[in-house]
Each structure stands twice: as structure tokens, then as C-alpha cells.
């Protein structure tokens, strides 16, 4: 009744959470969209190389978005006969588009400081674009908070490289109006076309993160260290009755963490309560841990790692 109860919670809380992340996915493509017109706007009226570069950061934004948004209702799905894992690591598709895509923006970018250095020209209202492009960076920046904090609570890649990406344009952004700043105070108009390149080698270097970060999900990378420590305890905690635990083992596939270990007990232990402990561990695991998905591999002693009479914590 209390694993069936636990369950019934944890699945009104994956509804919430999911509604949540999937509403935040959508106005995301709609504030790309504004935060993008603001910006192209802004590099119309100035006519500003660095501000070009700015605006098609925020292209990026806006496909990225709307890939986020398609892979978080790939990844929702249920798992089926081609796929009885889950459909988890689809948000790392995403992910992974977005730094390649980032790549692709830093490459236009840089081929527009060319045409800006063998044809420069003054700036044009340069007041007043700074102001319009002021406003977008506001907006990145709010939204951008929003998507990392409710993307790491409910463990959606897709959410977090959104959020990490559009802070960066922030960055990016905020270096943009102090350069152009200067540039128009001192007149040196070399720096419109310098912060353009410092603003191609940044998202450069993002969009490296970016991938490499998603690589690792798809390669199965375990949980940090921090968290297996926590299992540990959560396992030894609730693992009365059982002579050891070993060979554990761990694996994040986007909000899901997947959990595996081998449990010793008494060879004349009945399979009735051997299966009690098993469902002990699993409910503080998943009383704890979001979207947690275990396989325990129950053994005889004579499987045993520790000598017999050890009474430290049962980890081999």
C-alpha cells in the first residue's frame, strides 16, 4: 500500500513538473522571438557590426528553442516496445543541435567583421540602439534565470543548455553595449568590429561546451560524485536484513537516473523477504531521488565481496 501510494505522489509530481518544463519550453520560443526583434531592431538602427553579431546569436536562440520545446514532448513520452528504457536522452538531441548551431552563428558572425574591416562605417544613432538592445538583454536575462533554475530541478537537459546558451548571450550582450559604449564616447570605431570577434570566439567556445556536455549524456556518464555518495547512504540506510552491497553502478539519461547494484543476503533467506528489503531501498531511492529508475540483483552469500562478520556498512 505504501509503495502504491508513493507511486501514485511521484506520478502527480512528474504531471506537474512535466506541464511546468513544457509551458517554459514554449514561451521560451515566443520570448526568442521578441528578445530577436529587439535585437535586429537595434542593429538596423546603429548599423553595428557587434550588434549583427548579437542578433544572430539570437537566431540561434529562437531554433533552439523550438527544438528544445520538440525534444522535452519527445522525451515525455512513455516508454514502448521499441523503446522500454524511455525516451529520456532525446533532449540531449537538442542540446547538441543548439552547440552546433552556435558554431554556425559564430562563423557568420565572423565573416561579417571581414565585410565590416574592408568596408568600415560610422555608426547610426548609436543612442538609441543601445537602448533597444538594453531592453533584450533585460528580457535574455530574466528568462534565461527562469529556464536554469526550473531546468535543473527537473533534471531536463534541454531546458538547462537553453538557459546556459541564452546567459551567455547576456554575457555576450552586456560586453557589446561597454565596448560600444566606449567606441561611442572615444570614437575609435574599431572597436565596434574587435568586440565582434570577441563575441565569435565566446559563443565559440560555448557552443564547445555546449556539445561536449551533451556527448557525455549520451555516453551514459554517471551521476557526480556528491549524488552517488547520497545513494550510498540512502541504499545502507534501508538495506536492513542484507549481509552487503556491491558492484553499484549509475547512469543519467536526462531527467532519468538509472540505479543498479547487487544485493547479498542469507542463501536461506525466502524470496518473500529478500523482495521486502529490495522494495525498502526502492522507495527511499525514489522518495528521494526524481525520476529514478532501479534494478537490484539479489545473491546468495557465498557471492560475498567483505569477509564474513563485517559490520561496516555494507558496500564492497
Not at 535543473?152 to 550582450?173: C, E, F, W, Y
Not at 550510498?232 to 553502478?249: Q, T
Request: with cysteine; hydrophobic share 50%.
Amino acid at each position: 500500500m505504501m509503495s502504491e501510494a508513493l507511486d501514485t505522489t511521484m506520478a502527480a509530481a512528474k504531471t506537474a513538473t512535466r506541464q511546468k518544463v513544457a509551458r517554459l519550453a514554449f514561451w521560451s520560443i515566443v520570448v526568442a522571438f521578441v528578445v530577436l526583434a529587439l535585437k535586429v531592431a537595434a542593429w538596423y538602427i546603429t548599423g553595428s557590426v557587434a550588434l549583427y553579431s548579437d542578433a544572430a546569436e539570437s537566431i540561434v536562440n529562437v531554433i533552439a528553442s523550438a527544438a528544445a520545446f520538440w525534444a522535452i514532448q519527445v522525451s515525455y513520452k512513455p516508454a514502448d516496445q521499441d523503446h522500454p528504457f524511455g525516451h529520456h536522452k532525446a533532449e540531449y538531441f537538442s542540446a547538441v543541435l543548439e552547440g552546433v548551431l552556435i558554431v554556425v552563428a559564430a562563423l557568420l558572425i565572423l565573416n561579417e567583421v571581414w565585410q565590416s574591416w574592408q568596408h568600415p562605417a560610422p555608426l547610426e544613432r548609436p543612442w538609441t540602439g543601445l537602448a533597444v538592445n538594453s531592453l533584450a538583454t533585460i528580457v535574455n536575462a530574466i528568462w534565461a534565470w527562469t529556464l536554469i533554475q526550473v531546468g535543473r530541478n527537473a533534471k531536463s537537459p534541454a531546458l538547462i543548455a537553453d538557459g546556459q546558451h541564452i546567459m551567455t548571450d547576456v554575457v555576450t550582450s552586456v560586453g557589446v553595449l561597454g565596448g560600444l559604449i566606449g567606441a561611442v564616447l572615444t570614437g575609435w570605431q574599431i572597436l565596434d568590429p574587435a568586440l565582434a570577434v570577441i563575441v565569435a570566439l565566446n559563443i565559440l567556445w560555448q557552443g564547445w561546451h555546449v556539445i561536449g556536455s551533451s556527448m557525455n549524456g549520451l555516453m551514459d556518464r554517471a551521476v557526480d560524485k556528491d549524488e552517488h555518495m547520497q545513494i550510498r547512504d540512502i541504499i545502507s540506510a534501508n538495506s536492513k536484513g542484507a549481509l552487503e552491497v556491491h558492484d553499484l553502478k549509475t547512469r543519467i539519461a536526462g531527467r532519468a537516473t538509472f540505479i543498479e547494484f547487487h544485493l547479498v543476503v542469507d542463501a536461506d533467506m525466502t524470496v518473500g523477504a529478500s523482495h521486502v528489503i529490495c522494495d525498502r531501498i526502492e522507495d527511499a531511492l525514489k522518495a528521494e531521488i526524481p525520476s529514478v529508475r532501479v534494478t537490484i540483483h539479489v545473491e546468495p552469500d557465498d557471492e560475498a565481496k567483505l569477509p564474513k562478520g563485517t559490520t561496516a556498512v555494507p558496500f564492497a
